[in-house]
């Protein structure tokens, strides 16, 4: 974005501002909680400078953001080598090319020598671009390059690259923001394009649809100060905890700003308007959104250099900082260690239910399975297969297990396993007939580019208005089908 392009004049005065600002804030703050959140579950993802911060902290802490990131008009990691000259030049414009085989040596030799975590780390990891093709601030070409530079760490099947739509230089959405292809604060461009929700997919496998409502989950304004004081970092950062999070083992997503997008520059726009809290409110997902100060270079991370030589090491104190906080959310059930159960699949389905079964895991005491992200089972599993009940006819689900240690901890989630339930006689539930707006008011549906979906099945009912008609039969709690009683 233009707020990138570095502009020293006035840095001063800002930073004495920001202080003042910090002052009030730190005492507002309150310090960000343990939530014993899965360490084996944890990602990244960023816009512009935040874009190049998700691929330093993804691979200097590859150990740490196991699940992946997600990178909107960023860079090859070091891809300015120290140089502001190189940060403005090749690594956002390419007027001169981007040396990738020689990052790429850069990255095993650090690897090697401990600055950063093994690169071996990458290859289970998940990654998820995007390019605008109006976007002039970052080029296309950058992104090509990072996606090159990821092939030497990150399996091709393990990749996705949107570069298609016509966005500029902006975290996209499908329903808020500013004209797709404009270049302009607060830099969020409505697209009709789910970009938080593609990432997220991206990262962590199916989702349960998300929740276009009011939000089940609390926002909260954290102390950074305990994590780092001054070096362009905020006093205060915020995080969203949805409901289940605070009973449940969660998921982590880190989500970084850009450059004059912090609190202090567009208010709470890229906290609450990015997508990212209405996925996370139905998945399990805690978000943290730390937050630069204006005191940093035009609000940016520092991805080349600014605050300390050390920036994308894992002792650049920006770095050591996030890492600190995504220890502190993961902190209380400190996970098990356990790896991802093997061999998920599913059998033995009937209209209503489905048998889900894998390979036991050494050490384990018991097992969690998750449909979709929410855990279905009350209590701990003991034997290496469980049945799922309560489900729609001729549905496809997706689920997931998770290992547990003898503290009930759990460790990493395994890869997803689909399967279909059969066809029902159409008995049981409760059926609603009502217009497809109707039902989205009423909360049994929800509306997604001017079509309507069912809660829980996602099933499509057609046009969202008044005008087309559905029946819905709910068969569990938020769960409905299309179909009659």
């Known amino acids: 974005m233009p707020a990138m392009r570095l502009n020293w004049k006035g840095i001063a005065a800002a930073a004495a501002a920001a202080m003042a600002v910090a002052a009030h804030a730190a005492t507002a703050a309150v310090p960000l909680p343990a939530l014993g959140a899965n360490p084996a579950e944890v990602s990244v993802s960023g816009l512009s400078a935040g874009g190049f911060m998700s691929v330093q902290?993804?691979?200097?802490?590859?150990?740490?953001?196991?699940?992946?990131?997600?990178?909107?008009?960023?860079?090859?990691?070091?891809?300015?080598?120290?140089s502001v000259l190189n940060a403005t030049g090749r690594c956002m414009t390419h007027s001169t090319s981007i040396p990738v085989a020689?990052?790429?040596?850069?990255?095993?030799?650090?690897?090697?020598?401990?600055?950063?975590?093994?690169?071996?780390?990458?290859?289970?990891?998940?990654?998820?671009?995007?390019?605008?093709?109006?976007?002039?601030?970052?080029?296309?070409?950058?992104?090509?390059?990072?996606?090159?530079?990821?092939?030497?760490?990150?399996?091709?099947?393990?990749?996705?690259?949107?570069?298609?739509?016509?966005?500029?230089?902006?975290?996209?959405?499908?329903?808020?923001?500013?004209?797709?292809?404009?270049?302009?604060?607060?830099?969020?461009?409505?697209?009709?394009?789910?970009?938080?929700?593609?990432?997220?997919?991206?990262?962590?496998?199916?989702?349960?649809?998300?929740?276009?409502?009011?939000?089940?989950?609390?926002?909260?304004?954290?102390?950074?100060?305990?994590?780092?004081?001054?070096?362009?970092?905020?006093?205060?950062?915020?995080?969203?905890?949805?409901?289940?999070?605070?009973?449940?083992?969660?998921?982590?997503?880190?989500?970084?700003?850009?450059?004059?997008?912090?609190?202090?520059?567009?208010?709470?726009?890229?906290?609450?308007?990015t997508g990212y809290n209405r996925w996370a409110d139905t998945n399990n997902i805690v978000l943290i959104y730390p937050q630069t100060s204006t005191a940093a270079t035009n609000s940016c991370w520092d991805w080349w250099g600014y605050d300390n030589a050390n920036y994308s090491k894992k002792s650049g104190p920006q770095m050591a900082a996030m890492k600190a906080m995504i220890d502190r959310v993961t902190g209380s059930a400190g996970g098990s260690g356990l790896p991802a159960p093997t061999g998920v699949g599913t059998s033995g389905a009937t209209a209503s239910s489905m048998v889900i079964g894998w390979a036991g895991v050494s050490g384990a005491s018991g097992y969690n399975v998750y449909r979709g992200g929410s855990k279905v089972n009350a209590s701990p599993v003991a034997a290496t297969s469980y049945t799922d009940t309560g489900l729609a006819a001729s549905?496809?689900?997706?689920?997931?297990?998770?290992?547990?240690?003898?503290?009930?901890?759990?460790?990493?989630?395994?890869?997803?396993?689909?399967?279909?339930?059969?066809?029902?006689?159409?008995?049981?539930?409760?059926?609603?007939?009502?217009?497809?707006?109707?039902?989205?008011?009423?909360?049994?549906?929800?509306?997604?580019?001017?079509?309507?979906?069912?809660?829980?099945?996602?099933?499509s009912m057609g046009l969202w208005n008044i005008y087309v008609t559905t029946t819905l039969k709910q068969t569990g709690p938020n769960y409905y089908v299309i179909g009659s009683c």
């Open 395 to 459: 549905t496809t689900y997706s689920w997931t297990v998770a290992a547990l240690n003898a503290s009930n901890v759990e460790g990493a989630m395994s890869g997803a396993a689909t399967g279909a339930t059969t066809a029902g006689s159409g008995g049981g539930g409760t059926c609603y007939t009502a217009s497809n707006y109707t039902h989205t008011m009423a909360g049994r549906a929800y509306a997604l580019y001017g079509l309507t979906y069912a809660y829980g099945s996602g099933q």
């Open 57 to 82: 902290l993804h691979v200097a802490y590859s150990a740490t953001f196991k699940r992946g990131a997600g990178v909107v008009a960023g860079g090859p990691f070091y891809c300015a080598e120290g």
């Open 102 to 273: 020689s990052l790429v040596s850069t990255t095993n030799s650090w690897a090697a020598s401990g600055a950063i975590d093994p690169v071996s780390n990458l290859s289970g990891s998940k990654v998820y671009l995007f390019s605008g093709t109006s976007d002039n601030t970052v080029k296309q070409a950058v992104m090509d390059d990072l996606k090159t530079y990821y092939q030497s760490f990150v399996p091709a099947a393990n990749t996705v690259y949107k570069n298609t739509i016509g966005a500029g230089h902006a975290m996209v959405t499908d329903d808020y923001g500013g004209a797709c292809s404009t270049t302009a604060a607060p830099y969020i461009n409505n697209c009709g394009f789910d970009l938080a929700g593609e990432i997220l997919t991206q990262l962590y496998g199916p989702l349960n649809p998300r929740n276009n409502g009011t939000l089940g989950g609390t926002f909260t304004e954290f102390n950074q100060s305990e994590f780092i004081s001054g070096h362009g970092m905020a006093a205060t950062g915020w995080i969203y905890v949805p409901q289940a999070c605070t009973t449940t083992s969660c998921r982590v997503h880190l989500v970084l700003h850009g450059c004059k997008q912090n609190y202090t520059d567009v208010s709470d726009q890229y906290v609450r308007k």
